[in-house]
């Protein structure tokens, strides 16, 4: 069975930077586009991020744009996204995604003083 595992959220300051992971098991990792999601609360989930198949970073929020990269390590089956000059509006639950229907449980990233 397919899962994906975030790591790497936690509390940073403003100005501070975070590397989240998606540890993949199951899947057959280098033909998948892993896509990076994030949501708060009463919001629809928001996608951020996507690292191809080509490991190619493909940005899909204008807010994000030159602060977050997302990228891969096929040879771990891991996907990362970079994440740097946090804002306290970059605060959420990140999600990684992979088709056709598979998410992992989410990691939780807080930007605060």
């Known amino acids: 069975q397919v899962r994906l595992v975030e790591s790497g959220g936690g509390l940073v300051q403003p100005g501070g930077s975070l590397r989240l992971s998606c540890k993949a098991r199951d899947l057959v990792f280098d033909m998948s586009a892993i896509t990076w999601y994030r949501q708060t609360a009463g919001k629809e989930r928001e996608q951020v991020a996507t690292a191809t198949t080509f490991n190619t970073s493909i940005v899909h929020t204008d807010s994000v744009k030159g602060r977050f990269t997302a990228f891969r390590d096929n040879a771990r089956n891991t996907a990362y996204l970079q994440m740097n000059n946090l804002k306290p509006e970059d605060t959420a639950v990140y999600y990684c995604?992979?088709?056709?229907?598979?998410w992992g449980q989410g990691t939780r990233v807080t930007v605060s003083t």
């Open positions: 995604f992979a088709r056709p229907t598979f």
